[in-house]
């Protein structure tokens, strides 16, 4: 009977009428009562909050999903500058390149050069000689394309002024060579010598251009071949020869014969015959035809060859030589 005045007591207490509630409802009661409804308080799952029943706290749940990133916030204000840190040990001493030195000079005197260097022997001084000869001397002669030069300019032949390309005197200078060195040119000035086969396009492609060749038979005769016509073509096509225009005491033309030819040497063959090479044969770089009528580019005193009256006849020495028309 106790007990169940007890729980009757504590359900009015935790569910009061309207008229108690105010009285029912304070703390101090509620713990009175409490203390007496121990049980009661402890298994029930209602706690009163005015006329609102509100259950127990459940398990916590799981953790949601973070929210989206909020935006950067103002940067801070920048800190005072620290202190200076300790001085650095001193480098060793640098080394001066005198190469690029050495090049940069080169080049201004390349301009130089360029700017008052002459374009042909006309335009030379005897002053200015590098070197002299009874007959002329090496001179330094601009060239376009290909740059300041030195070539050996023939002052008294023929009214002078030729720009010498070719020399056969002494037999001290191998003339059977490849490719680059005919292009480039080889040997000495003063002596046996190849211009280049480069320079002589870019000299004889500007302008009217006449050319000379003198040479001696191994029996002392000197004989001459003039071209009133005289141009190589550009490496691209092997510089072909075009030359016409003949005069002279030879009894025969042994050079225009080669119009049309490409340059060919022993290890580039642009001859006519696809089965043989005629500069290994006739030892020399020349423009082969088919193969030759002259040869002054051969084997010294073997292959030096020019054609007289039907019979091919070995030079001792030659000269070829360009100028501007007169």
Known sequence: MESLITLLLCSFAFNPSPTWATTLQSSHFKELICNQCQQYCENTDLVTAGNTRVGKAGPRGLRGFPGPRGPIGEPGVIGPRGRNGPVGAR??????????????????????HQMYAPRSCDGVKSDAALSRTDSGGVFKLFIPEVGVRNLFCDLTDDGGNWVVFQRRMYGNVNFYRGWGDYVKGFGDLQGDHWLGLEALHQMTNRGNIEMKINMITSDGIHWSAKYSNFRVGPGSDNYTLFVSGYSGNSTRDGFSWHDNAQFSTKDA??????????????GGGWWYHGCAYSNLNGNFSETVLWYFDGVMRIMCCSEMKIRRRL
């Open 269 to 282: 063959d642009h001859d006519y015959y696809p089965l043989r090479n005629c500069a290994s044969e006739y």
């Open 91 to 112: 480098g060793s001493e640098g080394v001066v390149n005198m190469t690029l030195i050495e090049q940069s000079m080169d080049r201004k005197i390349e301009e130089v």
